[in-house]
């Protein structure tokens, strides 16, 4: 069986012997909306659980815009223009508005990706600037959640009148969906608040995974921040598997980022009849699979449609290499998951450590194994002897002593497939 994987900007052409018990399992979704600008602007002027933006708006001077980095696909130069249209129907000025990209612990977006993650108008026209997380001095404290975790957002998102956020929902590997709160915190949170929120305290409960929601811990803390921060409004879109809106959901924060999880869930469930021996999966190919960072959460996903001690192979083309410095120290000088995950559990939280921490959770449960040309095997510490600079030899290797009819499941976008195997293991 021939497959085309998503693999960095060009794709990837990967091949199973026949002899295997192949299944493709690809992103499903709603169809493309066929009006996206009236479905857009119905969405702004009829939002849910609140009333139209322009109103929200009136009186206010000021405006702060928390949008995406160039790792999500995004596709705010659709959705901004009706956004800001309407804020300068309500009174603020060009001036008055501020587009933040909510990097978290990102590096900051080149002048190159703006007009990418914009559009070259917009990125042209509009303060725009990237969220530091390292500047902790640029934070407003906000105090604590009642588990404890200090609250500090960029002063620039809590100087506005008027805070909002504009992002995409998909699942997310801690918070069950992405979207709505997380451009919030982490996006534009201190790393102090960062590395509570991803501190194993979070990481290792059963339910902060992906597509949970209900009784997700972590969900539950970033709805808390959020509204400490006052999160007066979201616009948020659900994407086709080419990356095209499927919906449009904007209103009051929590209830609109509701509808959209409800959304997705009567959309984009695929469910698995058994679990698989070995997945095949990849990170999504561009902008997702720039990092090797990024790539794990094809790693995680894939998880919950493979058996016990089953095999993982991801795919990723990793063309920015591994990431930031302290995830690659912490990669570079990995001996093994048991020996990580266990170092970890009571000393302070290093930046990025919860990435290699989520990693690690699969890891002693499967075999993992990796085609990610951008990094070498030096980088990879432990995890350095299953990497595979060919893509015949990395099937190959992910295959090597399983049994002919054994069941192959393949995953073309990777994270982007909300699949779920019955029964379920995780």
């Known amino acids: 069986m021939k497959t085309q994987f998503s693999f960095g900007k060009d ?10 018990a192949s299944q493709v399992v690809s992103s499903h979704s709603a169809p493309a909306l066929g009006d996206v600008p009236s479905a857009l602007a119905a969405a702004l002027d009829y939002p849910i659980g609140c009333r139209p933006l322009v109103e929200l708006a009136a009186g206010k ?3 702060a815009i928390s949008v995406c980095d160039i790792t999500r696909p995004a596709p705010n130069s659709t959705t901004l223009p009706p956004l800001l249209n309407r804020l300068h129907q309500a ?19 080149t002048r190159e990706e703006l007009d990418i993650i914009l559009g070259p108008e917009i990125a042209g026209t509009y303060r725009v600037e990237s969220h530091d997380a390292r500047d902790f001095a640029a934070h407003r404290a906000l105090g604590s959640t009642r588990r404890g975790t200090p609250v500090y957002i960029d002063e620039r998102f809590m100087a506005a009148d008027l805070h909002i956020t504009l992002g995409f929902v998909e699942q997310h590997l801690m918070l069950g969906f992405s979207g709505g709160r997380k451009l919030v915190a982490p996006g534009q949170a201190a790393q102090e608040t960062i590395k509570v929120i991803h ?48 919906g449009v959901f904007a209103g009051e924060p929590v209830k609109a980022h509701a509808k959209a ?13 058994e679990p698989a021996d070995v997945v095949i999966t990849s990170a999504a190919g561009y902008p997702l699979d720039l990092t090797f960072y990024q790539t794990v959460k094809g790693i995680t996903a894939a998880e919950h449609i493979v058996k016990p001690g089953g095999r993982i192979l991801l795919l990723g083309e990793c063309a920015e290499g591994i990431g930031g410095s302290e ?11 048991q020996d990580f995950l266990d170092a970890i559990r009571e000393t302070p939280v290093e930046v990025d450590q919860w990435q290699l921490e989520k990693l690690a959770l699969v890891g002693v449960e499967h075999e993992l194994f990796f085609y990610t040309p951008g990094v070498t095997t030096d980088q990879l510490g432990c995890l350095g002897s299953r990497l595979f600079t060919d893509i015949d030899r990395a099937v190959a290797a992910v295959l090597e002593g399983v049994p002919p009819g054994a069941r192959v499941v393949l995953v073309p976008d ?11 293991y995780v």
């Not at 999880?261 to 009849?273: I, P």
């Open 11 to 20: 794709g990837l052409l990967v091949s199973v012997p026949d002899n295997y």
């Open 61 to 63: 001077r000021t405006a």
């Open 91 to 109: 009174g603020i000025p060009v001036e008055g508005i501020t587009i933040l990209i909510a990097t978290g612990l990102h590096r900051d977006a």
């Open 199 to 246: 501190s194993p305290r979070f990481m290792r409960e059963p339910m902060a995974t992906e597509g949970s929601i209900e009784g997700n811990p972590l969900h539950d803390e970033l709805l808390e921040i959020a509204a400490m921060a006052r999160h007066d409004f979201m616009l948020d879109v659900t994407l086709t598997q080419g990356r095209e809106i499927s």
């Open 261 to 273: 999880v409800a959304f997705l869930e009567q959309t984009s469930l695929e469910t698995l009849s």
């Open 327 to 337: 995830f690659a120290e912490l990669l570079r000088t990995l001996t093994g998951f």
């Open 414 to 424: 990777g994270p982007y497939a909300y699949a779920r195997a019955v029964p379920a």
